[in-house]
């Protein structure tokens, strides 16, 4: 194929820079565009590929041109599931005048919308599939409505880990309709460093500190309890740590009563989300990056993109057997049973007693983030699949 691929790029409200520097390095081998809602929850000035914002106020005009239509197929919703779509009027509009070969999607709404309208359009549909637990559909209605109507619909299926692979062929999907393509990013940004003086001071973390951090949302699978009640243990032991919890969640006032009860309030620092384009210089701040989820009964971790820019910053890792973490973990960092404080308390403290043991593993975790996580490598993976689906 000689002419360059024309690919949309969804994630609903949820396209963020952990998706797009995955194509950022594509930008001269295809036509790649990002579609993104102006309720998003990133910034999208960040993303360096061309941009499609889709906007309430245009699709509600569009939708008030075509009201019969508009009501017509609400009424034959039978399930009552339309307002699942997302902007199906302002992509058939934009559909309508711009050609593309392939759209990607991570995210429900936008797969079933897509999939409602490839056939009219002429393009293979891909999906980034997002779980290690099988048929998690059955606890959430409109995953299962979205399943059922769109499946059939998709092209092709791109996992982050065999761990994901294996769950959708469990699920019957045909193994040749699956490629492995891990999570990546840019690795002349995430990367070992300095660490930044002026952050220390205003954190008030002191020269003695070892700093210990955690990036995600502050929800109760990813269970940052777990790393509260280890750095009890720590200040036990007489290790002088700073914790730093770097995000947003439901959970954000429990934490805050817990490190009270605990009475570790001088070694835990609660941050805000930091958004991607500037959290690389807490990665260098910190001595070990932990990352304490829990797998639930419609939740298991895949592989969290903050573990990948650990590993690319030269930290230890220390992960729990949730999902797919152990397989890309492999043996540069220290895996321990979900839940169990006390065995990571240990494994904290096995890494900062022992340099040499803290240098190996901060050497294997770069080493295999360029070996497996590159986004110059990986991007060109994910276009060779894409390729291939284009091409049958």
């Not at 954190?203 to 940052?224: E, H, R, Y």
Request: glycine fraction near 6%.
């Amino acid at each position: 194929m000689t002419n360059k691929l024309n690919i949309g790029i969804f994630a609903d409200k949820g396209m963020g820079k952990w998706l797009s520097q995955s194509f950022e390095p594509l930008v001269n081998k295809a036509n790649i565009t990002l579609f993104i809602p102006e309720n998003n929850k990133h910034d999208p000035s960040a993303f360096k590929l061309p941009k499609i914002i889709l906007r309430h106020k245009h699709e509600s005009w569009l939708a008030l041109k075509k009201l019969g239509d508009y009501f017509r197929r609400w009424l034959n919703d039978n399930e009552r599931m339309a307002r699942i779509e997302f902007y199906p009027y302002s992509l058939r509009e934009h559909f309508s005048t711009h050609r593309y070969d392939l759209m990607f999607t991570k995210a429900d709404r936008s797969l079933y919308t897509l999939s409602m309208l490839k056939d009219e359009f002429g393009f293979k549909l891909v999906y980034r599939y997002p779980f290690t637990l099988p048929f998690t559909q059955v606890f959430d209605k409109r995953s299962e409505f979205t399943r059922r109507k769109s499946f059939d619909k998709i092209d092709h299926f791109i996992c982050i880990s065999e761990t994901d692979k294996k769950n959708l062929e469990y699920e019957g999907i045909n193994p040749s309709m699956i490629d492995v393509v891990h999570n990546s990013v840019d690795l002349s940004f995430f990367k070992p460093g300095e660490k930044d003086d002026g952050l220390k001071k205003r954190l008030g973390i002191s020269g003695a500190d070892k700093v210990i951090l955690f990036v995600g949302k502050l929800v109760s699978w990813k269970n940052p309890f777990t790393l509260l009640y280890a750095i009890k243990i720590l200040h036990h032991k007489g290790i002088q740590v700073k914790l730093l919890m770097a995000g947003r969640g439901v959970q954000r006032e429990n934490l805050r009563n817990m490190v009270s009860l605990l009475g570790v309030a001088d070694s835990v620092i609660l941050l805000d989300f930091i958004e991607n384009t500037s959290i690389d210089k807490y990665y260098r701040l910190a001595d070990i990056f932990v990352m304490p989820s829990l797998t639930t009964i419609t939740w298991e971790d895949q592989f969290p993109f903050a573990v990948v820019e650990a590993m690319a910053s030269g930290l230890p890792v220390v992960v729990t057997d949730s999902g797919g973490m152990p397989e890309l973990v492999g043996d540069v960092g220290k895996i321990y049973p979900q839940g169990n404080y006390r065995e990571l308390a240990q494994c904290i403290c096995e890494i900062l007693a022992d340099g040499d043991l803290h240098r190996m593993l901060s050497d294997k975790s770069r080493q295999r983030a360029e070996d497996m996580f590159d986004n110059s490598i990986n991007s060109l993976k994910i276009l060779s699949v894409l390729k291939k689906v284009v091409s049958t």
